[in-house]
């Protein structure tokens, strides 16, 4: 009995190997029949996209294409595949009454209605890229209603790029509003998205009313981003507007912000000289920022801040003066060499990259 028993454990274990190389042969075999398979449609994929890029390439360099001739757009890889054919080209009016024409507006309504965030972003994203005004209301109800931030953050993107009155821009900055997990940063980029849109729909002056409007109506939470964006965009003729919604507004943020779209701008303003004695440092600090729009002439208060018992102060006092030049420089060495205040001092030898020791002076000053 001992024997048949080891013998029939030996005749399991053999089965059980044959039936594991068995399972580990057909795993292997799957494997690799997916993966060609896998490869095969890539393959087609990939052509299916280069010949529908090629398509409407042809299309594009084709003076009047019939309607019948446009290549068809099915799905989101083709709308892609389209984007990819329109890199490089200028959004002119021949290539925007192409789109028109075709149906990537349709798969892209589709696709912002898709249960998976990705594809929602994409489309979003490729709405922006192809300039598909008509989405513009489709895309701020996406934004309203979609439970993934970032897709509602892109549709607000998307249709800020769209815009094309003031009316649309005060709604692309109420829904930022509704969107908190936004940071300041792509807030103002919105909304400088938003101003260069408006900028090519409108002439000047109407450009000017809306945005003047929607200083007006901003929030309150939303105006620095606003102020800032206005700046940057070079709208020079909006400093006073800036400046007087920033004084009303009365806040170490809105102050700031008016500060900083000044010196986007290279204006002087009788609040920068205002605010470079404000208790705020934040607030004195962008205004020292500034003072290089007045050259030699800001000296003076430079040299002041330079006495300053705060750290960031001093620093942008002598980055100031190093950036005005000649006057700035001399304004330094003098600063480094007196020696009669040694924060100053060892401040002053660090913009000028000296190697000066200063006394280190007993007390420590608040910062």
């Known amino acids: 009995m001992p024997h048949l028993d080891a013998l029939a454990l030996s005749l399991l274990g053999l089965d059980i190997l044959k039936i594991t190389l068995v399972f580990f042969c057909c795993s292997l075999l799957a ?23 090629d398509a409407w390439r042809r299309c594009l360099d084709t003076t009047q294409p019939s309607p019948a001739s446009l290549p068809p757009l099915r799905k989101l890889r083709d709308v892609q595949a389209l984007a990819r054919a329109l890199r490089g ?34 489309s979003a994203a490729l709405a922006e890229h192809l300039r598909c005004a008509s989405l513009f209301e489709t895309l701020l109800g996406q934004a309203a209603t979609d439970p993934n931030w970032r897709v509602g953050a892109m549709c607000v993107q998307a249709a800020a790029a769209l815009l094309r009155s003031g009316a649309q821009f005060e709604a692309v900055a109420k829904a930022l509003a509704r969107l908190p997990e936004v940071s300041a940063n792509f807030v103002e980029g919105v909304l400088r998205l938003g101003v260069a849109a408006l900028r090519n729909a409108s002439d000047p002056p109407t450009l000017h009313a809306c945005l003047r409007s929607a200083l007006e109506h901003a929030e309150p939470r939303q105006l620095p981003q606003l102020l800032m964006a206005l700046g940057k965009s070079g709208l020079t003729d909006l400093a006073a507007a800036i400046v007087a919604r920033a004084r009303a507004d009365g806040s170490v943020g809105a102050r ?21 004695h404000d208790p705020d440092d934040t607030v004195r600090i962008a205004a020292l920022r500034n003072c290089t729009a007045y050259g030699s002439q800001a000296v003076p208060a430079l040299d002041a801040a330079m006495r300053s018992r705060n750290f960031d102060v001093r620093y942008a006092a002598a ?17 480094a060499a007196a020696g009669d205040d040694a924060y100053a001092s060892h401040m002053a030898a660090f913009a000028l990259g000296a190697s000066l020791q200063p006394q280190t002076p007993s007390c420590t000053p608040s910062r």
């Open 256 to 276: 700031t912000a008016a500060l900083r779209a000044l010196g986007a701008m290279n204006l002087r303003d009788e609040l920068i000289e205002q605010c470079l």
């Open 31 to 53: 494997m690799l029949v997916g993966l060609g398979l896998h490869k095969a449609v890539t393959a087609r994929r990939r052509q299916r996209e280069h010949e529908l890029g």
């Open 319 to 335: 980055a100031t003066l190093r950036a005005l030049g000649d006057s700035g420089r001399e304004a330094l060495r003098r600063i």
């Open 89 to 122: 080209r200028d959004g002119n009016a021949r290539t925007r009454e192409l789109l028109a024409r075709s149906d990537a507006a349709g798969v892209l309504q589709r696709g912002l209605r898709s249960r998976d965030w990705g594809t929602r972003y994409a």
